[in-house]
């Protein structure tokens, strides 16, 4: 199921998205060091797909059970973001930027959608939130992350684990599912009070012995940092989709801020970037216009091409490999997840 977008546009983008990738590693090694192009179609299709940052207002605000503050806003363009259920909006934060579920369905007409966050593990995010009053203003981009409910992908027993921060993507399944016939499906709510969209296939699971589940089910695991790291070990090696709720981090701060040459088809311009931050958002602090999907490091979009300088990757909450090979050998970074450590010269 997807919000407001028909099945015809999907099945048309679906292709063309395809098609992009079956040349794409033949133009990079042909033309290693060109500034990428629009024109291959690339850009042109993720910015249709996935905007880049845009600016809401705060209609009103709520709090659940759980501690979620769940804010309504309004976009400024008048479009309500499109989503699938269970993915996330990033919000901009005077500091960094965080993943925040969709809560509910959006309201196309009036270009109104709800956002939840977590004082648990968003803190900062929270305090920030929680701050704003009604007709103040936001930044975020949508959609973000490759954590929803796609039933021709999602066969079989689903299993759902969450902590209280995973519970708005909870819901969205929750919704969700039964509208695709009779799957079985198990919710365990780690830590968690009983919230009115729970119904009977909730249960309360205590976090520190996560239950028991069929090897043949496919996990979805929702919450902070630590709480994922813990349930995929405890479920490892099982198929499991993950959505982390805490943004990117480097470990201990530093304070420190660089200076960055981004060179674009357009021409060199050199920013500041702070090495607490990742690359993608000392982008899209300055203006820089950069394709970005997931903010995982998983989809690529947001890759640049390292020219000089050294920066640190955010270690992956789960533990698993996200360099790949080829970027490897092509000098190649996940800007959504790195951070800088010297000055810089990127090609994007």
């Known amino acids: 199921m997807i919000f407001q977008l028909d099945e015809h546009t999907v099945r048309q983008d679906a292709a063309a998205f395809a098609a992009l990738f079956q040349n794409r590693p033949a133009r990079f090694d042909a033309a290693p060091d060109a500034p990428a192009q629009a024109e291959n179609g690339t850009d042109l299709l993720q910015k249709r797909l996935r905007p880049g940052p845009r600016r809401a207002f705060v209609v009103s605000a709520e709090r659940t059970a759980n501690g979620l503050y769940i804010l309504t806003l309004r976009a400024q363009d008048g479009a309500a973001p499109v989503y699938r259920p269970g993915q996330a909006a990033r919000v901009y934060c005077p500091a960094v930027s965080y993943p925040l579920f969709f809560f509910g369905r959006p309201e196309p007409e009036a270009g109104l959608f709800r956002l939840a966050v977590s004082p648990d593990t968003q803190g900062e995010a929270h305090a ?40 708005p993507a909870a819901a969205a399944f929750a919704a969700a599912i039964p509208e695709n016939g009779d799957v079985p499906v198990a919710f365990f709510a780690c830590g968690c009070q009983k919230e009115p969209f729970f119904d ?149």
Request: aromatic share 8%; proline share 9%.
């Open 128 to 167: 920030f939130l929680a701050s704003l009053s009604v007709g103040d203003g936001v930044v975020f981009r949508a959609p973000v992350g490759q954590f929803y409910y796609l039933p021709p992908r999602d066969r079989g027993e689903l299993v759902f684990l969450t902590d209280p921060s995973g519970l």
């Open 200 to 348: 009977g296939r909730f249960l309360e699971a205590d976090p520190a012995a996560l239950p028991e589940i069929p090897e043949q089910a496919r996990l979805f695991i929702a919450g902070g940092a630590a709480f994922c790291k813990a349930a995929r070990s405890r479920y490892a090696p099982r198929r499991a989709r993950v959505a982390v709720t805490d943004p990117p981090r480097r470990g201990a701060a530093t304070g420190k801020t660089f200076r960055c040459a981004v060179v674009t088809a357009e021409g060199e311009r050199t920013i500041p970037c702070s090495a607490d931050r990742t690359l993608l958002a000392a982008f899209e602090a300055a203006g820089i216009p950069v394709p970005a999907g997931c903010a995982e490091g998983n989809c690529g979009f947001c890759r640049c091409v390292l020219r000089s300088g050294s920066v640190t990757e955010a270690p992956d909450p789960c533990g698993n490999p996200l360099v790949r090979t080829a970027d490897a050998e092509r000098h190649t970074v996940h800007s959504c997840r790195v951070f800088p450590d010297s000055d810089l010269t990127v090609l994007l």
